[in-house]
């Protein structure tokens, strides 16, 4: 029985521990092809690598910015995105200013995502905006997707996977709510199985990032 290609096009798939080998993200790009996923999600440096090995392919080659924790300097995550885009990278995944934004410096907040989107949009890429929902209360979730929103993003997300939690359905509800029917919302962090990409994409997710890509994929052949 054939897989799901309908699921397999919501994936970005997943390959941004540090450790990662030039043989697993080798390995990552196979199964992207195969599988005709949205995506492949890359730290920086594996932008030209991977753009090489999915040549031909419909795959798109998306890269983070400000990653993991959104703290460096607008002007670095400029700088990172303008190297990615000239690379060859057509989704960008930046992280919000965590920090600025539980302040209360929305503006800081703002003017970061814009310059990002700016500089993401000039090279015809899209920008998705994490904003690592494990670490804010609600009310602070919803001001950040406004932001991103109001600064041109194109995606709001969930995490990065690499704080305290990762995506929830009453998250991605919320950011959906937030950010009405225009705007994507991302659903990643610890989203390992056919059941919980189903539930992120009811709940309002149009993209769902994930390392496990393949096993959820695989699990739509069985279904009648």
């Known amino acids: 029985m054939p897989f799901d290609r309908s699921i397999a096009r919501l994936i970005d798939h997943t390959i941004l521990k540090p450790e990662a080998t030039r043989a697993e993200v080798r390995q990552v790009c196979a199964e992207a092809r195969t599988y005709e996923f949205a995506s492949v999600c890359v730290n920086a440096f594996w932008v030209p690598f991977v753009i090489a090995e999915l040549a031909g392919s419909p795959v798109l080659t998306c890269t983070v910015v400000g990653f993991p ?65 494990a670490l804010l209360d609600d009310a602070q979730k919803v001001l950040a997707c406004q932001l991103s929103q109001k600064a041109g993003a194109d995606f709001v997300k969930t995490s990065t996977g690499f704080s305290k939690g990762g995506a929830t359905v009453e998250d991605i509800a919320l950011m959906r709510r937030t950010v009405g029917p225009s705007m994507g919302v991302k659903a990643s962090g610890g989203i390992r199985t056919l059941d919980a990409l189903r539930a992120m994409v009811a709940a309002g997710a149009s993209r769902v990032g994930a390392s496990a890509s393949v096993a959820i994929v695989e699990a739509t052949r069985t279904e009648a």
């Open 69 to 133: 924790l959104g703290a460096t300097s607008t002007e670095s995550k400029v700088a990172e995105t303008l190297a990615a885009t000239r690379a060859g990278a057509r989704e960008v995944d930046m992280v919000m200013n965590i920090g600025a934004l539980r302040g209360g410096e929305a503006g800081v907040v703002e003017d970061d995502i814009r310059a990002v989107a700016n500089a993401t949009h000039s090279a015809g890429a899209i920008l998705k905006v994490i904003i690592e929902t």
